[in-house]
């Protein structure tokens, strides 16, 4: 047996001739890229603002677009420290507070308690309970609710799988990151400025904290990159 044989053989073939090619999509002209392809696949009015401050140029604007995407990784990923954060220290004050009402006995109220969602005290009860068409729609339900379909949407898998819906879970409810979530453009927004406010709002809750977010976050490099 020759074990380097097949291999001398395949060095002494020539390549077949092609007998046709395949179609193409593209005119000889017209060099592919990605940003065209970019703006075939995407919504003429979601594209709008990305050609806007590229001046037209759509190369840059697909540059535009995916530096947009980082930024919104980015900005997402520090507004969870941000929102935890935020949401806990708003929740130990209002607890302290609410239980320390007095008792309103002309809404029923004998005592108030540390429950600042379920039975708020005024003024708070103001800004958690509104009333449409003669309802009354309250914060507390709404949260329940979403909290309740967030529990039952959990695979068996999950850790929490079967657990009650607890107080931090309607107060984790209450909040929401909507323009970031949503993959909105942040291309107009000073996200520098916002940024500054989550490192005063941390450093108010506990200075080291505030410092810790401040290093490790990767908002500035990202906005440090932008294209144009």
């Known amino acids: 047996m020759d074990p380097g044989g097949w291999l001398n053989r395949l060095r002494g073939l020539k390549p077949a001739p092609l007998q046709r090619r395949l179609p193409v999509t593209h005119s000889a002209s017209q060099a592919f890229r ?4 970019f703006e075939v696949h995407i ?3 979601r594209f709008a603002p990305y050609l806007d401050q590229a001046d037209g140029d759509p190369d840059l604007a ?12 980015a900005v997402h990923e520090v507004l969870g420290f941000v929102e935890v954060a935020l949401r806990n220290a708003l929740d130990v004050r209002l607890r302290t507070w609410n239980a320390a009402q007095p008792p309103a006995p002309k809404h029923g ?13 005024a003024p708070l009860y103001g800004l958690l309970t509104t009333v449409r068409h003669g309802r009354r729609h309250s914060t507390h339900s709404r949260a329940t609710k979403r909290a309740a379909e967030s529990r039952d949407a959990r695979e068996p898998r999950h850790p929490r799988f079967g657990r009650p819906v607890t107080h931090d879970d309607l107060v984790a409810n209450l ?6 979530a949503h993959h909105e453009p ?3 927004l000073d996200v ?21 977010f ?6 500035p490099g990202v906005l440090r990159s932008r294209p144009v």
């Open 62 to 73: 697909f540059e535009l677009y995916q530096w947009n995407g980082r930024l919104t990784g």
């Open 34 to 37: 990605p940003a065209h392809a």
């Open 175 to 180: 909040m929401f990151r909507n323009r970031v």
């Open 43 to 45: 919504s003429a009015a």
């Open 186 to 188: 942040l291309i107009d």
């Open 192 to 212: 520098q400025a916002y940024h500054r406010t989550m490192v005063r709002l941390l450093r108010a809750i506990d200075p080291v904290l505030g410092d810790w």
């Open 214 to 219: 401040s290093g490790a976050s990767p908002v």
């Open 109 to 121: 109220v004998r005592e108030y308690t540390h429950d600042w969602l379920e039975v708020p005290a």
